[in-house]
T-cell receptor, first 114, second 114 residues
Framework: DQQVKQNSPSLSVQEGRISILNCDYT??????FLWYKKYPAEGPTFLIS?????DKNEDGRFTVFLNKSAKHLSLHIVPSQPGDSAVYFC?????????????FGTGTRLTIIP | DTAVSQTPKYLVTQMGNDKSIKCEQN?????MYWYKQDSKKFLKIMFS???????INETVPNRFSPKSPDKAHLNLHINSLELGDSAVYFC?????????????FGNGTRLTVT
């Protein structure tokens, strides 16, 4: 049962434009959401997170939007840079678990075209 | 300095063998994890330990035995390896009780069972 889904396995965006990565979840009990970025041969690194009490969180070029009614979140990167080329994983956690038990999506490979 | 380091990076072995993967973190974190990324790219939690005590075991076969000699180390021993154990195994750490302190991942160990 895949509770966190990233339906786009890949995405290509021109440098300087906006990249939008999407994530859907099925478990309405999830209360915290994270995005991780992964380069080849490296482990995932934390990028940005959002609590279910918010609908937007911004950190520099990265903004995460949460739509609880649609069980959907998205990551916006603007402007996109070549160094943003990586696999992006969406993750979610349940109350009282925090980071102890994250449920990950299968990732979206983002390629920034110079 | 590598924050979460795991060895070996690659491990090729035959079915039925026993192998270990080591993990160490120098971040002063009190919680450590093992995640498995299978061929379908699902990244799933296997175990989490807090201050050397097991707190999560996600229905992993008992052929997998984690060992935490101290809170900076969490090793994974696998007995009687099977073809389906082939995957990338990621160690991670975080600070429990620090809100949703993000996970810091190691670079992964690619295990291939032939």
């Amino acid at each position: 049962d895949q509770q966190v889904k990233q339906n786009s396995p890949s995405l290509s965006v021109q440098e300087g434009r906006i990249s939008i990565l999407n994530c859907d979840y099925t478990n309405s009990m999830f209360d915290y959401f994270l995005w991780y970025k992964k380069y080849p041969a490296e482990g995932p690194t934390f990028l940005i997170s959002i609590s279910s009490i918010k609908d937007k969180n911004e950190d520099g070029r990265f903004t995460v939007f949460l739509n609880k009614s649609a069980k959907h979140l998205s990551l916006h990167i603007v402007p996109s840079q070549p160094g943003d080329s990586a696999v992006y994983f969406c993750a979610a956690s349940l109350p009282n678990f925090g980071n102890e038990k994250l449920t990950f999506g299968t990732g979206t490979r983002l390629t920034i075209i110079p | 300095d590598t924050a979460v380091s795991q060895t070996p990076k690659y491990l090729v072995t035959q079915m039925g063998n026993d192998k270990s993967i080591k993990c160490e973190q120098n971040l002063g974190h009190d919680t450590m994890y093992w995640y498995k990324q299978d061929s379908k790219k699902f990244l799933k939690i296997m175990f989490s330990y807090n201050n050397k005590e097991l707190i999560i075991n996600e229905t992993v076969p008992n052929r997998f035995s984690p060992k935490s000699p101290d809170k900076a180390h969490l090793n994974l021993h696998i007995n009687s390896l099977e073809l389906g154990d082939s995957a990338v195994y990621f160690c991670a750490s975080s600070l429990q009780g620090q809100g949703n302190s993000p996970l810091h991942f190691g670079n992964g160990t690619r295990l291939t069972v032939t």
